[in-house]
């Protein structure tokens, strides 16, 4: 099972608004609403920011929302603010092996 | 507040077998809406799930295809934890190592809380 497809590195500066875009196939993000997206700053453990696509557990900004479109699910944060600098990973339930994850996308706030 | 505890080794030899806990507390481990995962993160492999058990009137694992021949993952009821054993481990096997509570149903599933992290270095 090939992990899910996001950009490497997304850039933006404060008060602005980026999307990151995680890309899989009818077995995974095609076939389940069951997208999710995780914040990982350095040396920390991933924190989820969104679940089933566009859930957000309490706590999270909402300034993070999410959304999906055939097999291709997006991660938007608006408001960039200097803390939410980190890495970035989506997984998608799959058929074939439960679950997988994305490869990561290093947002850099300029 | 659920929080998961993580210990266990940093340092095993080649072909030896990796074990790892993940103490609870604030949630139980037989709770039937959870499933308690590992995961793991290496700069080569990037996040990885690698298997999960869960309650749902008895006990039930699932692996990833990649381990499923070396892995076992175990709850202990008493103790309200579980825990990892990887067996025959090579260095591609070094990694940090997370726990992790899955909100899983029949076709979705989503990590809300995650343990500390454990490097575990394979090496002689």
């Known amino acids: 099972q090939s992990a899910l497809t996001q950009p490497a590195s997304v850039s933006g500066s404060p008060g602005q608004s980026i999307t990151i875009s995680c890309t899989g196939t009818?077995?995974?993000?095609?076939?389940?609403?069951?997208v999710s997206w995780y914040q990982q700053h350095p040396g920390k453990a991933p924190k989820l920011m969104i679940y089933d696509v566009s859930n957000r557990p309490s706590g999270v900004s909402n300034r993070f929302s999410g959304s999906k479109s055939g097999n291709t699910a997006s991660l938007t944060i608006s408001g960039l603010q200097a803390e939410d600098e980190a890495d970035y990973y989506c997984?998608?339930?799959?058929?074939?092996?439960?679950?997988?994850f994305g490869g990561g996308t290093k947002l850099t706030v300029l | 507040q659920v929080q998961l505890q993580q210990s266990g080794p940093g340092l095993v030899k080649p072909s030896q077998t990796l074990s790892l806990t993940c103490v609870i507390s604030g949630d139980s481990v037989s709770t039937y809406s959870d499933a308690w995962n590992w995961i793991r993160q290496s700069p080569s492999r990037g996040l990885e799930w690698l298997g999960r058990t869960y309650y749902r009137s008895k006990w039930y694992k699932d692996y990833a295809e990649a381990v499923k021949s070396r892995i076992s993952i175990n709850p202990d009821t008493p103790k309200n934890q579980f825990s990892l054993q990887l067996n025959s481990v090579t260095p591609e096997d070094t990694a940090v190592y997370y726990c992790?509570?899955?909100?899983?149903?029949?076709?979705?599933?989503?990590?809300?809380?995650w343990g500390q992290g454990t490097l575990v270095t394979v090496s002689s």
């Open positions: 992790a509570r899955g909100r899983c149903a029949t076709d979705s599933c989503h990590f809300d809380y």
């Open positions: 997984t998608s339930y799959t058929s074939i092996t439960t679950v997988v």
């Open positions: 009818s077995t995974d993000i095609g076939g389940y609403n069951s």
